[in-house]
Structures are given as structure tokens and as C-alpha cells.
């Protein structure tokens, strides 16, 4: 991906003064993503890895990297101080070679660089005891349950794969199957998360760890719960339908390792009853995501969802789930940014605003507390292999989350940490790097 380069994060944080300094960095940075010198690299050895669940989040792909960061970068980043002041922000690594934003060692210290003019210093987040635990079998607890989200969440992937297959049905951002495909060959295979005992297991395991450290043993937050995710499951998987493949984990979770944490299910959009099944089961949160707001950008955008459900009836399907779940328990995700895609999106910056903006509140004045993911423009997606939006998108979109959470006074996202200006520790996007610090 080429090097955007037109304007200096600083010149942002002087064209919109009102807007926390960490909004725009966080955001710049998934945006644009991050390359690394061989010193930084080499200081992350021993570091919380990065651990390849779901997405690639990365700007190239794998094969393309000279340094094989993909296996030596961390998971996450916390980035403070320096000559702006900037409060603790916690961001995902997009690896991105062609990125302004560059991790170095100066002076003997990790730093974040732009353009070469340095920007604030770097921490990496320490690397859990339960990572070099392995079963019998030579399956590693890391692969199994890693941790997302600057150390708040353990993220579960057990189906690394989605049976919405092709450009007919995957969803335009998604690369998800070329994901699976990239890693299986450099000879990775996630067996673990197949396996219910070994995912019960490793989570009581985390959690054991998780309560007995301090903030600063464990990562950059403290853990707040475990999701559980995957590809859509259309067929049978070994004689169990959707609802049945997840809920078997929740449950083994729930006897395993208690109930002290909330476990968060992402899943399609369900009828009533079917929800109803997940929360006897013990789903605490549900995430039925329709990525994008609108019917036909989601008929391009979702196609397999479109195919399947249809969008009036994924969106009345979300909304009458609050009545299942309660309020900051619903928490489907938008995928920021996907709405200036070419060549369907729009153009204007300020249109696709409008119209994201109306999707949250329509959502939020239904007690709906839906969230976003920055964009993060793989090019082996659909949608890849082009640039992403431009920063105000970005700075936009996440004010108008904040203000529009604000306004009907609902509760942070269970599962989801603390929202706060040097406090939030959600990586995706800095809707959360918002208000009192």
C-alpha cells in the first residue's frame, strides 16, 4: 500500500482542537498502520505476539514481509506521552511497510515516529504466563484463547473460517478465509479451538492468571470477559446446527471457569427464540453485526447476510434482542469506513457520516449500544487494495459515536473495559478515547 503522506498527524490536532489528541492519533494509526525497524522488532521478543484470530489486520500481506513481522510483531501497542502530552492510547498492529508511522528505538527507547519527527513513546504489553502452556498434544493455550483489546478480552475463534464463500456472498471488507489460507500455509493449524475441553481449559486458566495479577503484570487493562467467534455456519458441523457449535463452548466455559466474567457470542442475526436459547445457555452479550448502515449498501457490502436474512429483518431481529439480553449487552459492530469503499461507497466524506450517524441512532434510541471497528483495508478482501478513508472520515465518525452514546445515556458496552480519555484500552477504533480522563 502506498505511503499517505500528505498531512502530519499535528496538523489534525490543529484543525480540530476540540477533539482529543488521542481520537486522531488512535485513529490514524489503524488507519494507516505501522511498520517497524529490526531494533524494534527485536525488542518485542518475549512480548504478548501477535496472534492472527479472524482477521489479518494488516495493511500487506503476509508473504510480502521482509522481516516476518507478522510473527514477531506484538498484538497491541501502547502509545503515551511525548511532545503532545498524549494520554495512555492502546492501538492494534496493522502491519503496513509503506506506513509514516514508524516504531523505532532512540536513545535507547521505544519510540513512535511520523515521517521521522518523533511522536510519543512506545510500550509493549507483557506476555501472559498461560502463552507458553502447551496440552499434551503440543497445542498451545495461546493459539487457543489470546488475548485482544490492550489485555481486556480473551478472544475465542472456534470456526476460522466462514461459509459465506466467494465474491457472492463474503462480505466486502472480510478476509477472513484468505486469513485461514495465509497461515495454513506457513504450516499453522488452529486443532485447538475444535477441541470444547481445551478452550474451557485454557479460559479458566487466563481468568486464574488475570485475577491474581496487577494491571501492569498482565497487559494494559484489566480482564473484562471472553468472546467467543467465527465464520458463519450455514451446514451442520458434525451433526450440530449454529446455536448448538457455539453454545457447547459456553456452556463448557461457564462450568469450567465460572461466571464472575461475561462471555460474548458474535453471531448472525437470530428469530427471539433463538436468542432466548443463547442466553439460557449462558451467552451474557450478542453481537449480530450488519457492518454497514443502509439496505442497499448492505446488499453490496453483506451479500451472504443479505441472502440469508435480508436487511429490515436483521435489523428488527438486533433491536428486539435488547429485550433478551438488556441494554449494554446488545453490541452489533459497524465496520467504519466501508461506506467510502469505490466503487459503491460515497464520496463525501460528510454523506457517509449522515448516514452512519442515522444507523446509530435509530440503534441507540432502541437501547441498542452498537460499536465500530476502524476500517482496516486488507488487500486480499474484496474491497482490498485500496486507500482507506481520509482522517476527518475518522474523526468524524467517532465523535458522532460518542455524542449519539452520550445523548440517550446508555450504559459502556459489557465486556468492553472503561470509556475515558487515557483510560479505554479498545483498540479497534477510539470511540471509547473520549471524556474524562
Known amino acids: 500500500m502506498k505511503n499517505e503522506q500528505s498531512n502530519s498527524v499535528a496538523s489534525y490536532f490543529k484543525k480540530y482542537p476540540d477533539v482529543p489528541k488521542e481520537v486522531i492519533l488512535h485513529e490514524d494509526i489503524n488507519r494507516q498502520g505501522l511498520s517497524f525497524t529490526e531494533a524494534s522488532l527485536q525488542a518485542a521478543e518475549g512480548c504478548r505476539e501477535k496472534v492472527y484470530f479472524q482477521f489479518s489486520w494488516d495493511r500487506a500481506p503476509i508473504e510480502g514481509m521482509q522481516k516476518r513481522e507478522n510473527v514477531r510483531v506484538p498484538n497491541d501497542i501502547r502509545f503515551r506521552g511525548g511532545p503532545y502530552d498524549i494520554l495512555p492510547i492502546v492501538t492494534r498492529v496493522a502491519i503496513n511497510p509503506a506506513s509514516p508511522y514508524l516504531v523505532d528505538v532512540v536513545g535507547g527507547k521505544l519510540s513512535l515516529l511520523e515521517n521521522g519527527e518523533f511522536l510519543t513513546d512506545v510500550e509493549y504489553p507483557a506476555r501472559p504466563k498461560y502463552y507458553n502452556m502447551t496440552f499434551p498434544d503440543g497445542t498451545k493455550y495461546r493459539d487457543i484463547a489470546p488475548v485482544s483489546d490492550g489485555g481486556a478480552t480473551l478472544f475465542v475463534q472456534v470456526y476460522p473460517a466462514c461459509q459465506f ?99 460474548m457470542l458474535q453471531i448472525g442475526a437470530l428469530e427471539e427464540d433463538n436468542y432466548k436459547r443463547l442466553r439460557d445457555a449462558g451467552v451474557d452479550c450478542v453481537h449480530s453485526n450488519p457492518e454497514v448502515w443502509g439496505k442497499d449498501l448492505f446488499k453490496v457490502v453483506c451479500p451472504g447476510k443479505n441472502k440469508y436474512v435480508g436487511w429490515d429483518e436483521w435489523i428488527k431481529r438486533v433491536v428486539k434482542s435488547v429485550d433478551v439480553f438488556g441494554e449494554g449487552c446488545v453490541n452489533p459492530n459497524f465496520v467504519a469506513g466501508i461506506e467510502m469503499a469505490k466503487p459503491f461507497g460515497f464520496t463525501d466524506v460528510d454523506e457517509a457520516i ?26 486480499l478482501s474484496r474491497a482490498g487494495n485500496q486507500d482507506p478513508p481520509p482522517l476527518d472520515y475518522y474523526i468524524k465518525i467517532s465523535r458522532a459515536w460518542y455524542e449519539c452514546w452520550k445523548k440517550y445515556d446508555l450504559p459502556p458496552i459489557r465486556g468492553y473495559g472503561r470509556v475515558g480519555r487515557g483510560r479505554s484500552t479498545w483498540y479497534h477504533a477510539s470511540h471509547y478515547d473520549w471524556g474524562t480522563p
Do not use: H
Open 354 to 379: 449522515k448516514s452512519t450517524s442515522e444507523g446509530f441512532a435509530y440503534l441507540m434510541s432502541n437501547g441498542v449500544v452498537c460499536r465500530y471497528n476502524s476500517w482496516c483495508v486488507e488487500p
Open 165 to 263: 464463500w466467494g465474491s457472492k456472498e463474503e462480505c466486502a471488507f472480510c478476509d477472513i478465509n484468505e486469513t485461514s489460507r495465509q497461515r495454513n500455509k506457513q504450516g499453522f493449524t488452529r486443532v485447538g479451538a475444535s477441541n470444547v475441553e481445551y478452550v474451557a481449559e485454557v479460559v479458566a486458566t487466563a481468568y486464574k492468571e488475570a485475577a491474581e495479577a496487577r494491571d501492569e503484570e498482565w497487559g494494559f487493562g484489566r480482564l473484562n470477559g471472553v468472546q467467543i467467534s467465527g465464520g458463519t455456519i450455514l451446514k451442520d458441523m458434525g451433526g450440530l446446527d449454529e446455536l448448538e457449535f457455539y453454545i457447547r463452548y459456553v456452556r463448557a466455559i461457564k462450568e469450567k471457569a465460572g461466571n464472575r466474567w461475561p462471555v
